[in-house]
């Protein structure tokens, strides 16, 4: 073959190729009802989330049983009232209203007086005080007795009469990173990935089974088009729809939310697209495994959904996980993009630190992406 | 009513033909519940722990071994420069640095005062508080056996002292399954059950076949009945599963009437699968609708209450959740599967979640059009 025609027949390959991409962007263009949505839902769901999602404990309804109504119990009941944790349920008399008042859900927590109170703690120098949790969530349990304990010793500390003990320690405290304990600092790196993945995962895996669906991959299999490129063209407008996405999402964190990014913008943005990518060639691959767009959706669905928002770490610490979890929990992309956006964006740390589950991405891609074009069959069954 | 019959014979067997769809909605839940709240563990527990010591003194020692023996925190280090201990926090290996400065022990007994100096990874504020809590009591605790080296302590309280006691009712052990698995529960039913009826007429409009039951006689309720019914059978199905995996797997047995709870699943699913239907009447593709549907669903779930407490949200999203049927069903369940809640208890949940049935379903059929 002579090299000039070798030239025009690369020219026409690629002028294939571009017409291919062109295809898909009309595809997704002419749909502006989903186009609509799927600009519009991350930015909804970022700041939803972004907004109500912290697992901080406030503004919890506690009730208050005080058999003894004096003026200890009294300043101590003002303590808790005034401290954002807690919010006091009125309307309780007895043990019976309390039980009540547990069994229908509306206090968490109950402290307990017991009669004569101040007469014992003046007298005998000791009082008892009950904290009684609803332990059916036992981390919201635990934390507000923690933090009511907190609050009366702290009363017991500057009560009347008390003096200074010799010998004293005291502790300093310092919040790293996030010095006003701010929920969203933790859940927007956590909400960012499970967007980014949703979205991206679930709009290519119903691409190439859609076609099968509707006929129209048989057009595409009698060409003289090769795989691969079937399988990029797929995914370029996605890309390009997600990079308008990152820009959106991080923009929105950064003004609304007020989350800022301390390191380095143009790695956090290209890990953002390494990650998308990821992700897009994840979507494709359940697409080839898929038969119709219904299974294709359940599996990016519910498959990913789950196990997305469960163990990439930013719900549950992974750590806490039974080991075989914690091993499976490494093959979930969402985990190291949390990671990698948690150790760019709010530590403000560097490329050194992050390199290792960059490249852990990176292989995840080349392995979706090579699986999903060899089972791109060129024939139907 | 013939013609209801009939059209549920053609829906079941739709759905009994498609093995891989059958496969997905028994087995994907089944997993799903069986694995995740293994995950689920808020817990915070071995706190990871660097402690910076430029004293070098018994105290030190002293208070390093303490820390260590008490079950919450694991050493990570033990360095003298404060510099280390904080690589070691970016790198996520260390949660809580203890810094003890120079000259502690020497001040603590010359000038009856010292200062430590705690650095929490506040990134996950009820980790660094629990964290710092602990750290905290460990150091009281310290510090009173300090003053007893000192001091010769009264035999009786020399100060009035409140005892703290405190009790976990519902759930004494702190298990943390309990109150996950009934959740996650909740959500694989809805989603199964939001996801199939919204993908559900919609199917049948992009393959067309819509139109012959367009020439039908067949009432516009009597077709939203239809699809309906298929997938209300399907979700108690999957309910029943789920409770069974509950109890052989987690040992969780419903401390309430466990016909209370399908009471309330068969007046919930009306709703979802109303809501489903809807969606499905709405949109012209199964991509519109699945993403319609997603974005729906991911909203009620995440504020629904299953992973942080709705109390902590701000006010207008705990209004939002008044309008959350999923948040329902997850108290419900909660109610019910660990306190005991009766029929009684929830009745007015039961009533909201009755009203938005009969709002969606009217809607769906009042949205269904007989011609395109």
């Known amino acids: ?381 | 009513m013939r013609a209801l019959r009939i059209l549920l014979e053609k829906e079941f067997r739709q759905v009994f033909r498609d093995p891989a769809i059958l496969r997905m909605m028994f087995i994907m839940p089944a997993v799903q519940l069986i694995v995740m709240p293994l995950a689920a563990d808020y817990e915070v527990k071995n706190v990871k722990i660097c402690i910076v010591d430029y004293d070098h003194s018994t105290y030190s020692q002293k208070l390093t071994n303490k820390i260590v023996a008490s079950n919450y925190f694991k050493l990570v280090d033990y360095t003298d420069s404060y510099e280390k201990a904080l690589e070691h926090v970016e790198k996520d290996e260390a949660d809580v640095v203890l810094q003890i400065p120079a000259q502690f022990e020497k001040q603590l007994v010359k000038e009856d005062k010292s200062t430590l100096f705690l650095a929490l990874n506040a990134i996950n504020g009820v980790k660094a508080n629990l964290g710092g809590a602990y750290l905290r009591s460990i150091i009281s605790d310290f510090n009173r056996d300090v003053r007893l080296d000192w001091i010769q302590m009264p035999r009786f309280n020399p100060v009035p002292l409140i005892e703290i006691t405190s009790l976990n009712w519902f759930n004494p052990l702190m298990n943390y399954r309990f109150f996950m698995v009934p959740g996650i529960l909740v959500i694989l039913v809805t989603m199964t059950g939001a996801f199939l009826s919204a993908l559900n007429i919609v199917k049948e409009k992009e393959v067309g076949t819509i139109e012959q039951i367009n020439v039908t006689p067949i009432r516009k309720y009597q077709f939203i009945l239809g699809k309906l019914l298929p997938f209300w059978v399907l979700g108690l199905i999957i309910l029943t599963i789920g409770l069974i995996i509950a109890y052989v797997i987690y040992g969780i047995v419903p401390v309430g009437n466990i016909l209370t709870i399908y009471i309330f699943a068969a007046i919930y699913l009306l709703a979802v699968l109303g809501l489903g239907l809807l969606v499905s009447t709405l949109v012209d593709t199964q991509q519109q609708a699945m993403l319609i549907s997603f974005f729906m669903m991911m909203i009620f779930i995440l504020l629904g209450g299953l992973y942080t407490s709705i109390d902590s949200m701000p006010g207008w999203a705990q209004t939002f959740t008044k309008f959350n049927p999923v948040s329902y069903f997850i108290e419900v369940m909660r109610m019910v599967v660990l306190k005991g809640s009766s029929l009684y208890d929830i009745r007015s949940h039961l009533g909201i979640v009755f009203i938005f049935g009969v709002v969606l379903n009217s809607f769906a059929v009042w949205n269904y059009k007989k011609r395109s």
């Open chain 1, 1 to 381: 073959m002579p090299p000039v025609q070798q030239k025009t027949r690369q020219q026409t390959k690629m002028k294939q190729f571009i017409y291919f991409i062109r295809k898909e962007f009309f595809h997704l263009w002419r749909d502006k009802r989903t186009l609509f949505i799927l600009f519009g839902m991350p930015l909804m769901q970022i700041l939803i989330f972004g907004f109500a999602l912290t697992n901080e404990v406030k503004n919890a309804k506690i009730g208050i049983l005080d058999n003894s109504k004096d003026e200890m119990t009294t300043e101590i009941i003002n303590e808790l009232e005034a401290s954002r944790y807690f919010d006091i349920e009125e309307n309780i008399h007895s043990n019976a209203d309390l039980e009540k008042a547990f069994q229908s859900g509306r206090i968490k927590m109950a402290v307990v007086f017991p009669d004569r109170f101040q007469d014992e703690l003046m007298h005998t120098n000791k009082a008892p005080i009950q904290l009684i949790g609803d332990a059916t969530d036992p981390n919201v349990a635990n934390t507000l007795i923690n933090y009511a304990s907190a609050i009366i010793l702290d009363y017991q500390e500057h009560m009347k009469g008390f003096q200074q003990y010799p010998y004293t320690i005291n502790s300093e405290v310092r919040m790293l990173y996030n010095p006003q304990m701010k929920g969203s600092y933790n859940f927007v790196p956590g909400v960012m990935a499970m967007v980014l993945m949703l979205v991206c995962a679930m709009m290519t895996s119903i691409s190439i089974v859609r076609e099968k669906e509707m006929g129209t991959m048989e057009v595409i299999l009698v060409s003289p088009i090769v795989p691969i490129r079937v399988v990029i063209a797929k995914m370029v407008p996605y890309f390009l729809l997600s990079s308008v996405n990152i820009a959106s999402i991080l923009l929105l964190s950064v003004f609304v939310l007020e989350v800022p990014i301390q390191g380095n913008l143009v790695l956090l943005v290209s890990e953002c697209l390494l990650f998308t990518v990821t992700v897009l060639a994840l979507g494709l691959l359940i697409s080839s495994v898929a038969g119709s767009q219904q299974v294709a959706m359940l599996i990016s669905l519910m498959g990913l959904f789950l196990p997305t928002v469960m163990l990439s770490g930013f719900m549950f610490p992974v750590e806490n996980m039974p080991i075989p979890l914690q091993v499976i929990s490494n093959i979930v992309p969402a985990k190291w993009f949390y990671y990698i956006v948690k150790n760019i964006m709010i530590k403000g740390l560097g490329f050194t630190y992050v390199w290792k589950e960059t490249l852990i991405l990176l292989g995840m891609t080349v392995f979706f992406m090579v699986v999903s074009v060899k089972r791109f069959k060129t024939r139907l069954e």
